[in-house]
């Protein structure tokens, strides 16, 4: 009899975030892929499926079938190893990861290789913005010219109103991104920037200034996942996976019973918790997609580490690396950068990065649980990850 | 202590195939996604995972963040219940099932709905060849003018030299295509065609008439697939999966050892036997992805039906309703229609249908094994799923 085994990530890997003009989609995914194999010490004969994580590719650079395309250039297709693309738009990472989790616990497979990746700099101007828009609802919000930008605006300036908020919590919350990116090698912007700088950036969309949005980017991530059979067998280091789990929302904002509570994070934070057994108090770090300020706030409540419109209080002291609950040490989607499919792939490496107590510079001390949370677009779908040792 | 669980299909339900221009990729997977639901006997609250299989909406409709838009307008947002994309290019709907499938056996969901969508209509001519080039390999294969059909026909010409195979045994693959069509009402063609008419139609890519293409298409597929516990739970009546395999070949043709076998048709297809525990011999149907009738014949061989280059000896007779092993009861790609992420999940819809004894005329006598061949463009894809009793 067959039980269901536990899943540890045994490996991981990235490219630098940024734009990278002399490296393609595919470069871009076997580099990271080759590094968390490399890392993960593992052959590619250990390797049974492989989950490719992409939002765009399809409207970007022509390329559909995703996963075939990672496995034949990362010379895995001899071997025949099955290769799925999953795509939950800007969550496309994490869902891969889920999907990969799902895999081993299933018991058909063994060892998984997850990569995300995204070619988004070769595109400019409005054309981007047009693309970017593909993650919203077509029919009910692009179609009208909504973009990505102007939906983030419009949740900010509701939640400024109904909590009187200050522009300043949101500018916080890049402030600390910068911070660490400064850090993070492989972070697409190294510089720090003070509040005054955030404040007085350009407008994008008010109240949203160019601090406040993350930036277009290229950039891939890798992360080898193994059964505990397979990691016992060949005595691995590893980080487990206490948890994971998505929800969904409506896509339109409009829909909504709230347009500042994204119910799809608050219902797999909650299902996270439970499955991890643990509370948000006992969380040492957290991975957040912040890809606007707002949304860094509404997920640290939705989430649990604030009560709805005091994420405020959280933004000076307690998200920095010393602090409490330490937020985005790796920089996050402001300061690292926010290539889609590679975002939520990316937060495990950095988790896996400092739960093995391997972080360098930006080292959160002796963490127990590190909590990651990927969301596709206005919060139509979110995906909680709990990982721990 | 949980153990695995067996996965049983419980319901099923398609939109017709066809040029649907009324009907928008939304209606479609709603409609299909809702007959199913209704199929199985089941209520919203009961379903805990939702997977989308799609290729191209990307491209064509400008909409990623495909499962999002699925649960939404299903109205099931408001449960937050979890929905991915699964994109495997034209192998998407059996990708998307084999995911279906692993999260059920991994313990962690007792219900999941699988909806196939594509709207492949609304463009024309030469836009739509690009499109549908996104398949193959961007940098070495369509970059260079290379679709679909012209590599079907490369692969076609080599076949028919090397193993002396005349146009008629690829014409009968369309012929029988289209009997069997005649008896679906689902399927987007139901006149049939003889010989004469598939031999003598209009030259696509010599080899390849016509009459060896599959059609531009629309349509959705939806199945409803749950654990053990939850059929024996409900009294629920369903067919189970026996079997559910994935395997890779090199996505650009030019790399692979031979071009006219499909290596990861043979891999999928060993794996999918041998966790079965059955022989081609015991197979009481097939469904097979002849997007163009040389893969028809390809497929044949590959799934262990025929030796390389015999297939050709089964087109006249064996494959007939009444056939030794009966191929594309529902008429087929050529025939049935190609919505690209519908296809793979349709055929499960259909072998759903006959394993229940429900297909009506062209109810293939007392089936106990159907197997299912998805796969896709050119073969860099392949899923072989065994279904039974």
Chains 1, 2 share one sequence.
Not at 23 to 45: F, H, T
Not at 281 to 286: G, I, K, L, Y
């Amino acid at each position: 009899m067959i039980t269901l085994s536990d899943v540890y990530i045994i490996g991981a890997g990235e490219t630098k975030f940024g734009e990278l003009w002399d490296k393609s989609l595919r470069n871009l995914a076997v580099e990271a892929g080759l590094k968390a194999i490399e890392n993960a010490g593992i052959y590619s004969k250990d390797i049974d499926i492989i989950y490719g994580a992409n939002g765009l590719a399809g409207v970007i650079n022509k390329q559909e079938n995703i996963g075939a395309l990672i496995a034949d250039f990362s010379g895995l297709s001899e071997e025949g190893i099955p290769a799925i693309r999953i795509e939950a738009s800007t969550a496309s990472g994490a869902a891969a990861v889920h999907e990969a989790y799902l895999a081993i616990k299933s018991g058909e497979y063994n060892v998984a290789v997850v990569g995300g990746v995204e070619k988004m700099t070769d595109i400019h101007g409005h054309e981007i913005n047009e693309i970017m828009s593909s993650i919203l609802d077509r029919e009910w919000e692009s179609f009208y010219g909504a973009t990505p930008a102007s939906m983030a605006a419009l949740i900010a300036r509701k939640y400024m109103k109904d909590f009187n908020i200050e522009k300043e919590a949101l500018s916080m919350i890049s402030v600390n991104d910068h911070e660490n990116a400064s850090r993070n090698p492989d972070a697409q912007y190294r510089n720090k920037i003070s509040l005054k700088q955030a404040m007085e950036s350009v407008m994008v969309a008010d109240p949203l200034t160019l601090m406040d949005c993350s930036p277009i980017s290229d950039g891939a991530a890798a992360i080898v996942l193994a059964s505990e059979d397979f990691v016992k067998r060949n005595k691995k280091d590893g980080v487990k996976i206490l948890a994971s789990a998505i929800a969904e929302d409506y896509l339109d904002v409009g829909s909504r019973k709230s347009i500042y509570t994204f119910n799809s994070t608050k219902k797999a934070a909650r299902l996270a918790f439970d499955r991890a057994g643990i509370k948000s108090d006992d969380v040492s770090f957290a991975e957040i997609h912040d890809s606007f300020s707002i949304y860094g706030l509404l997920a640290l409540e939705d989430l649990g580490f604030a009560d709805k419109g005091n994420a405020k209080d959280l933004v000076y002291d307690e998200i920095k690396l010393s602090g409490r609950i330490p937020l985005n040490p790796s920089g996050g989607l402001k300061a690292k950068g926010d290539p889609y499919g590679a975002v939520g792939v990316g937060q495990f490496v950095e988790a896996y990065l400092q739960l093995m107590e391997k972080a360098g510079d930006r080292q959160v001390k002796s963490p127990r649980y590190g909590l990651l949370h990927n969301m596709a677009g206005t919060g139509a779908t979110s995906v909680v990850h709990i990982l721990g040792d």
